[in-house]
């Protein structure tokens, strides 16, 4: 299947998480809370991200890649709205994630808006740019991971809750569905020649450490608050490394080497994961088929 003629629309799903329990890897607390870090991070980085591609359209003249770039951003306004729900079932659990969203609502609202922190003398087109190219950045490591979920066969066999499994792979699956728009976003408003190409490594730069660290420091934290763990348990590079070895984590290669790949100057997203394995989950997941389904009959309605 080809990227050429693939149309990216958003599928308005929704998620019953009344049944779902914390520790949704039963047994697994630590990969459990490392991929409930999606949680804490994708509500106001996909909210943000919705924010920049909207002071970007002005600047899109190539009709195909508006499309696109609007079928992205109501996907990704539907994720932050369904990772948001997640958080609102963590807290009723009595995990409680306010002390640490804080921060990444600072770091995309205050840090990376509309305008430069501190107010550093970037011209607006500038800042425009460089935020384009960490957008790009975020989703070379969104579509791994998504193409990862889709594939992780571990976690059916360690019997996660089905409904939170649906939810990431549907987000996996539209990750990889719209996996180079961004790039394409960036290529298009990002300049011209050695320049546009210096900003992309930057984003990359920037985006790839940030993340990492985030990551961590969000798995400790939800790892500390959770109730059922009552402070037994901290997190750890030992005990991540064994879900990895189990499968229900992604390796640190597969994450390390999506980097170099991005900074190939002859890179495209379009080479990541399998387009046909995203739009087959996407025809199966039940959360998708409701969409769809509900779409259809109002339709006839």
């Not at 180079?180 to 490594?201: I, K, N, S, T």
Request: glycine residues 6%; proline residues 6%.
């Amino acid at each position: 299947m080809s990227d050429d003629h693939h149309t990216i629309a958003p599928r308005r799903v929704s998620f019953d998480w009344e049944r779902t329990p914390l520790h949704w890897i039963p047994g697994e607390p630590t990969a459990t809370h490392v991929i409930n870090v999606l949680h804490l991070l994708l509500p106001a980085g996909e909210r943000w991200f919705v924010k920049v591609f909207k002071e970007g359209l002005p600047l899109v003249t190539d009709p195909e890649l508006l499309a696109d770039v609007k079928g992205f951003m109501g996907q990704e306004a539907t994720h932050s709205v369904q990772h948001s729900y997640v958080l609102d079932h963590l807290a009723a659990q009595h995990l409680d994630t306010t002390d640490f969203t804080k921060y990444v609502d600072f770091l995309f609202e205050k840090l990376l808006g509309e305008k430069p922190p501190a107010g550093f003398p970037i011209p607006a087109p500038e800042w425009l740019r460089f935020r384009l190219a960490v957008v790009a950045a975020i989703e070379q490591f969104t579509a791994v991971l998504g193409d990862w979920v889709l594939a992780a066969e571990a976690l059916d066999r360690a019997g996660c809750d089905e409904v939170m499994l649906d939810l990431l792979r549907w987000h996996g699956a539209e990750e990889v569905e719209h996996r180079a728009v961004a790039f394409d976003m960036y290529q298009h408003c990002g300049g011209e020649g050695l320049p546009r190409y210096a900003r992309r490594v930057a984003g990359m730069a920037v985006t790839a450490p940030v993340l990492f660290y985030l990551w961590a420091w969000g798995a400790a934290h939800l790892i500390r608050h959770d109730p059922k763990l009552a402070g037994r348990l901290r997190y750890s590079l030992a005990a991540h490394n064994r879900a990895v070895r189990k499968g229900l984590l992604p390796t640190w290669r597969e994450l390390g080497a999506a980097m170099p790949r991005y900074l190939r100057r002859s890179y495209h997203p379009s080479q990541e994961g399998s387009l046909r394995r995203a739009v087959a989950y996407l025809a199966q997941s039940p959360a998708a088929r409701t969409a769809a389904g509900a779409i259809g009959r109002t339709a006839i309605a």
